[in-house]
């Protein structure tokens, strides 16, 4: 999503090639000695190019984007074809939270201020939080240091996602949870008159997008086109609208010309796992649905 | 404590010597492409040596180490010296919770199997049960795989380190931890029928260790008469006995020749940590003590 965020303008060429790869424990031993940053790595397979990633100098007349659901919906009801009229609001977080390191087999509890303790405390508090907005709350890295296994470790950073259809629900969420991982931090620390701390830093904040009316349209009437194409005969019930949970390049174009989706089918609606599968027939009806779309809107343009 | 357990047979000198540093988040980006074992990095700084590593072929009449006390107790009681009766049972575990790679976004929590979301609680259980059995219980080290903000982490390892005056004590919380780390595990996840899964490995087991009376004899006279030396009237109550909740290389040592150990007090009851600090003064006292109870123990030896 870097490069359509960069296109639409909203994030700019050099923060962009000047991020860095993360480090984690995963990538060790294999990995350099120093993070690599995106530009090195563009450069590294020729993907650097010359054509300017601008909105303004490379212009697009609408944006659509095939892609599986990465969600059990439509496997589940036997459907297929996702008509993606939104995409919920998501907020990624860095949290740092500082305590003392300390000896495991002297420091007694209550004299602890132990970042992974409170961590831990806050990680399931979040859960608590984001399912009582209909919200999710997710860590997805940790770091604890310094890594030792008899150091209650002094700090530890990690990422947070939070999620939710509207952008007030996530405000919720990060409100009520800001209080209350301050609660914990202070909770833990206090016998020594040093509480944790916890620092916040927002990453990216994604607010809920509508997509465009009019790329909807000729999603939806392709998809059923398709659909009844293949001799399926009650098209209507094989087709869908639905909401988009994952981000999306589609979230950065539709900043700038009409942009809607199609999501197809996929086993388990699991994604970003080694099992993530969607039949080649699946995929060859997203190809149809995203190819009339864009010649039904293109049609539209000029009638 | 690699060393002396190697020297009382413990440890075998190859486990030893193949022993690898822990890649950590910490030690990146400076580490090297894979882990250092003991023996390049004991290589390296030539303190390899060719004396043999054990109690037969060099061997000691009785073993007294000098250490901080790594606790509050001196510090708090404006004690000088303490005589080190005892060093508390420990238990040191890696443990792979096993769940479910997933996209945070998409994925309801329902249907996840989150092996950081379990972790957390059993790092909240784990410090209640120790609790509630005068123990201790502590993480040190986390890693969560694969290390990415939005996806859900399949798979953690982490460090357990658990502690107790008792040996009984520590096997009760091992059990109860079994248990209740199992019953976590079951919960998470089961909404899509794939629960996570909770393995143990035991790296290490040292049982509570009683020093010898005689070396705890010298130790106590030695504390006695230097504090009296240095003309403090109150001889007696600025010397203790204590139990050391850490390991330390007397824990081997004492497997095979007398052994006792001094504590010295250190600021804050701190250690592992960059603002541990014992005054000049102190130390000072505590190389007196040892080198006393040292001549004292080989006086005893031939009279």
Redesign the interface.
């Known amino acids: 999503m870097v490069s359509s965020g960069v296109w639409a303008e909203s994030i700019p060429l050099a923060k962009a090639h000047d991020l860095k790869e ?14 690599e940053s995106m530009k090195s790595a563009l450069q590294k397979i020729n993907y650097l190019g010359s054509a300017p990633c601008s909105y303004k100098q490379t212009p697009m007349a609408a944006h659509f984007e095939l892609h599986i ?4 919906h439509l496997v589940s009801a036997g459907q297929r074809v996702g008509v993606v009229t939104a995409v ?1 609001a ?1 907020r ?1 977080y860095r949290l740092n939270i500082t305590g ?10 209550e ?1 602890r201020a ?1 970042a ?2 409170a ?3 806050m ?2 508090r979040a ?1 608590e939080v ?2 009582s907005h209909g919200c ?1 709350a ?17 700090l530890v950073s990690c ?1 947070l ?1 939070v ?1 939710g259809p509207e952008n007030e629900a996530v405000a919720v969420v990060d409100a009520q949870l800001r209080t209350d991982f301050d609660a914990i931090a202070a909770e833990e620390g206090k016998g ?1 008159g040093k509480p944790c701390r916890v620092e916040w830093i927002l ?1 990216l904040d994604s607010p809920a997008v509508n997509f465009h009316p009019d790329c909807i349209g000729c999603v939806q009437q392709s998809g059923e086109a398709v659909v009844a194409d293949a001799g399926r005969d009650s098209g209507k019930s094989l087709v869908r609208t639905i909401m ?4 999306h390049d589609s979230v950065f174009t539709s900043k700038r010309v009409p942009t809607s989706m199609i999501f197809i089918p996929c086993k ?7 099992e993530e599968f969607s039949s080649a027939d699946n995929c060859a009806t997203g190809a149809s649905v995203i190819l009339q779309a864009v010649v039904r809107y293109d049609r539209n343009r000029f009638t």
Chains 1, 2 share one sequence.
């Not at 659901?69 to 059990?72: D, L, M, N, S, V």
């Not at 988009?244 to 981000?247: E, I």
Request: net charge negative; glycine share 10%; no cysteine.
């Open positions: 993360v480090p984690t424990v995963a990538s060790l031993p294999t990995a350099a000695s120093a993070p659901e990465q969600g059990p919920q998501y990624w003392r390191d300390s000896h495991t087999g002297t420091t007694a509890f004299h132990d992974l303790y961590f831990s405390r990680m399931v859960r984001a399912a999710l997710s860590v997805g890295i940790v770091e604890a240091k310094p890594g030792s296994v008899n150091t209650v470790p002094g990422t996602d999620r020594i990453d988009s949970g994952a981000g388990d609606g699991l994604s970003h796992h080694p």
